[in-house]
């Protein structure tokens, strides 16, 4: 069975023959790839339901009137949660594997493990897209033993997210909800719990700390970027990808999805989509089953010395050159122009250097693709203040919806 992880250079969790994705993801699928790693709410309430889970059962903190040690702490977290995190197992066709059946060849079938968590009572089950891509069923079991079939209702493989629903009679068991927190909340490191099932191991716990945030997480599968990745030290392996990571609360603040790794296995560097993407797109999968990302159309890197003395600006001068532009994009539209070199010489011209985008001061592209996840939607206006030969200047472009897949991006 592989395991699935997505594996991204940074690796998905997923294991083939025991799947995992490196950046990595961490889904544990039987043939499936690693995946290898690949954009508000502000000061609002620390726990934030969605309007589809209104029955959830919010965890409380544990009492604060007596000390306790860590490991206590992490005790008590995992006693929490525990029957809310659930292992999933999805099977889908596999072309490299041909079964003969009465001389006839037939398509062979790999099975994927990986972890996800009860998201409302009604049956709802969160899970990483690399889980269960290409499957449109899939079974969940609860850490008591109980399996119930799902049927996969809604997915975002830009988001590498999923959702299930139960079909099955599940009324005896005890679903419980899993809170989730405003991920804009946590703190460099504040520490931090990943549960979920690794190898198949079933409820598994590992701890550490948020180790950075603001990650910019590639997506191998699409060519896109998941923004604002949560890194963390907390060990993720193969089988963990869609299980939570979680504060000392037994709040969701991510989702484990992926790692850095150099040979396939843990080495202190795992990923996890943040909550607060979570929470902004799956209420959309449950109603509608898919999600549209806002989309400019530009790739682009940031202000270096040399770029800054050759086009005559402060060498410390802030701002993403644009490197490329997508063919009819909103940013092509909008008439923005990238870097060209001629055909005959090595003279290379500078594109247009953004430098804010509504106002907003940007340095790096993660600025850009951060703001326009997190904060607008297909249809909405952008105004980028650029940088053009020296001459300062606004461009208005209207966002459009993603293509499915881009080289890069």
């Known amino acids: 069975m592989e395991h699935n992880i997505k594996k991204v250079t940074i690796l998905l969790l997923s294991i083939a023959g025991t799947a995992a994705i490196i950046v990595s993801s961490t889904t544990a699928l039987p043939s499936s790839p690693l995946h290898s790693i690949m ?81 409302d009572n009604q049956g709802h089950i969160i899970t990483n897209h690399h889980v269960i891509d290409g499957a449109t069923t899939a079974d969940v079991t609860f850490t008591d033993g109980n399996t119930y079939s799902a049927k996969v209702i809604g997915k975002d493989p830009d988001a590498d997210i999923a959702v299930l629903q139960i079909t099955d009679n599940f009324s005896e068991e005890k679903v419980i909800p899993l809170p989730i927190a405003n991920s804009s909340n946590i703190r460099t490191a504040e520490p931090v719990v990943a549960i979920g099932n690794p190898f198949g191991l079933s409820g598994t716990i590992t701890t550490g700390i948020v180790s950075a945030q603001g990650r910019l997480l590639p997506n191998p599968d699409t060519g896109f970027s998941i923004p604002n990745g949560i890194q963390t030290d907390a060990a993720i392996n193969p089988g963990n990808s869609g299980g939570p990571l979680l504060n000392m609360q037994g709040q969701v603040v991510g989702m484990n999805t992926a790692i850095l790794s150099g040979t396939g296995g843990f080495s202190g560097l795992g990923f ?138």
């Open 39 to 119: 954009a508000q709410q502000q000061q609002q309430q620390n726990v934030v339901q969605s309007s589809s889970s209104s029955s959830i059962n919010p965890l409380t903190s544990p009492s604060s009137s007596s000390p306790s040690s860590p490991s206590s702490s992490f005790a008590n977290v995992f006693k929490r949660v525990e029957n809310s995190v659930v292992q999933i197992t999805s099977t889908r066709s596999d072309p490299n594997q041909v079964t003969i059946i009465n001389g006839v060849p037939a398509t062979g079938r790999s099975t994927a493990l990986g972890s996800g968590f009860v998201y």
């Open 272 to 409: 996890a989509i943040p909550s607060n993407i979570i929470i902004r797109i799956v209420p959309t999968l449950i109603q509608k089953g898919s999600y549209d990302h806002p989309w400019l159309g530009i790739s682009g890197g940031s202000m270096t010395a040399d770029v800054a003395q050759s086009a005559g600006l402060p060498v410390n001068y802030k701002g993403v050159v644009v490197s490329s532009i997508q063919s009819g994009s909103p940013a092509d539209k909008a008439g923005l122009k990238g870097t060209t070199r001629d055909i005959i010489g090595p003279n290379t011209h500078i594109g247009d250097i953004i430098t804010a985008i509504d106002g907003r001061t940007v340095k790096r592209i993660d600025d850009i693709i951060n703001y326009i996840e997190m904060h607008k939607s297909v249809g909405s206006n952008v105004k980028l203040t650029i940088n053009r030969n020296g001459q300062t200047k606004d461009l208005n472009a209207v966002l459009q919806a993603r293509p499915s897949s881009i080289v890069a991006q």
